[in-house]
C-alpha cells in the first residue's frame, strides 16, 4: 500500500460518479477533479474515450512514482482499486 497518489477523477453528479467522490473523501485522498458535461457529449470526445472506452463517467487516472499511468472505468472496480491501493488495513 502506498500513500502516495496522483489521482484525477473525471466525473458529475450523478450516482456513480459520487460514489467515487465519496471513496476519496473517506480515504482522506488528495485529486483533482473534471466535471464531465453531458449536454456538451464530452463523455463521447476521443480524449476521453483514451480513458474510458464506455463513454461513461465516472473514470479515474492515477500516476505512479515512476510516472505510468493507470486508467479506470466502472465505480466498482474504481473504488475496489482505491481501497486496495490506498485503504488502511482493517
Ligand atoms: N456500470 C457503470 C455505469 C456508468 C454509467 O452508466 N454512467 C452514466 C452516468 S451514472 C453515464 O456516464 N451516462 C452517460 C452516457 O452513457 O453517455 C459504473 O458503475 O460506472
Redesign the pocket.
Known amino acids: 500500500m502506498s500513500s502516495d497518489s496522483n489521482i484525477k477523477l473525471y466525473t458529475t453528479q450523478?450516482?456513480?460518479?459520487i460514489k467515487i467522490s465519496i471513496t476519496l473523501e473517506e480515504l482522506g485522498l488528495k485529486y483533482e477533479t473534471t466535471k464531465i458535461e453531458?449536454s456538451k457529449n464530452t463523455?463521447?470526445e476521443p480524449w476521453f474515450l483514451e480513458i474510458n472506452p464506455n463513454?461513461?463517467?465516472?473514470a479515474l487516472t492515477d500516476t505512479f512514482t515512476d510516472g505510468k499511468e493507470i486508467r479506470l472505468?466502472?465505480?466498482?472496480s474504481i473504488m475496489q482499486y482505491l481501497v486496495q491501493r490506498y485503504g488502511r488495513p482493517g
Open positions: 450523478t450516482p456513480n460518479g453531458f463523455q463521447k463513454g461513461r463517467v465516472p472505468f466502472e465505480s466498482g
